[in-house]
Each structure stands twice: as structure tokens, then as C-alpha cells.
């Protein structure tokens, strides 16, 4: 074996799922796809669609909407691993012109941030009997009254099957429409 081979033999593997697949994409890009697959499960479990705003059509910063049976709900999810699972809160800027959109949309708007760890291979693990995520999500209704350049994301408000329900039964109460 050359020098060279026992140096390449030597050096340590990258864990898989450690760089993407496709050279394309970023860790940003595999963030903000998995941002929007992770919620897409959550509703799904929940029995309501969730549609992915096209990239070509994001005309109101609005990355998905949930398609309740009366009015969609809007969302904006942000994937970040800048924040921990734990803590009070979580806050991001907001852009001038998401709030400019935002602030003209009739429907509600809620802002998502979806927590995962800093390695990408961490994010989902897949033992013998399950997949399990290792993230979690948490969100809060826009309001332009309080959120026109910050918006802080109470952890305690964590996206689950019973926030899909809830969600629902605030837009029948918002449309006065009998559950």
C-alpha cells in the first residue's frame, strides 16, 4: 500500500447523512425542506391538508397552508438549529416586507419554528421499531400589533395533534361558525 493509500485509508469516514446527497443542496435548503415535511407529518396525523406554497408562487412569505374546511390558516416555517429544545422562548427578526404581507392577509397567520439539532444525521433516527424525529416545532400567531420587527416564539407553545385542533376551533370561532 502506497503512502497515499494508507493516508485515504486512515482518514475517517463522514457519518452518513453528514453531506447531502444531491450537491445542490445546502444544509439551509435541507433545512428548510425538512421544516416543511416535519409539519406536513403533524398535520397529516392530524387529518386536515397541508399544501406547500410553491417556490415560484410565494408572493405573501407563506410557506404552506393548512386547508381546514371553511378558511385556511397560513404558515411561515423557519428550520433553525441556532435555537435548543429547551428555554422560555424563542425570537427571529421579521422582515419588513413578511410583515407588510402578513399584516394584509384576512386569514390567520401563524409563524413556525422547527428546532433540530445542529448535525443533520441527528435529526431523525431510525432504530429496528421505529423512526423517531429529534426535533420539535413551536408557534405563534402573527399579530401586527405586537410583531413588526421581532416575533418571540413561546416554547410552550409546541406545534402537536391537540395545536391542529385548536387551530380549527379559533377559526370557526373567528368565522362564528358552530363546531
Not at 403533524?42 to 386536515?48: L, R, S, W, Y
Not at 422560555?88 to 427578526?93: I, L, V
Not at 385548536?166 to 362564528?176: G, H, R, S, T, V
Request: aromatic residues 10%; charged residues 25%; positive net charge.
Amino acid at each position: 500500500m502506497t503512502g497515499a493509500q494508507q493516508a485515504a485509508a486512515a482518514k475517517p469516514l463522514p457519518r452518513v447523512g453528514e453531506h447531502s446527497v444531491h450537491p445542490d443542496f445546502s444544509d439551509n435548503t435541507r433545512k428548510a425542506r425538512y421544516g416543511v415535511a416535519y409539519l406536513a407529518s403533524i398535520f397529516a396525523q392530524a387529518g386536515v391538508g397541508f399544501v406547500e406554497t410553491s417556490p415560484d408562487e410565494d408572493q405573501m412569505a407563506i410557506d404552506a397552508e393548512v386547508r381546514f374546511p371553511r378558511l385556511s390558516s397560513r404558515v411561515q416555517v423557519k428550520c433553525t438549529s441556532r435555537f435548543k429544545l429547551t428555554g422560555r422562548s424563542a425570537t427571529m427578526d421579521v422582515e419588513p416586507e413578511w410583515f407588510r404581507k402578513w399584516s394584509e392577509s384576512f386569514a390567520p397567520v401563524y409563524f413556525v419554528i422547527v428546532v433540530v439539532p445542529k448535525d443533520v444525521p441527528d435529526w431523525v433516527a431510525h432504530p429496528a421499531t421505529s423512526t423517531v424525529h429529534r426535533a420539535a416545532a413551536y408557534w405563534v400567531r402573527f399579530d401586527a400589533t405586537k410583531h413588526s420587527k421581532k416575533i418571540q416564539v413561546p416554547k410552550s407553545q409546541r406545534l402537536s395533534l391537540e395545536t391542529v385542533h385548536a387551530w380549527k376551533l379559533e377559526l370557526d370561532q373567528l368565522l362564528e361558525v358552530a363546531s
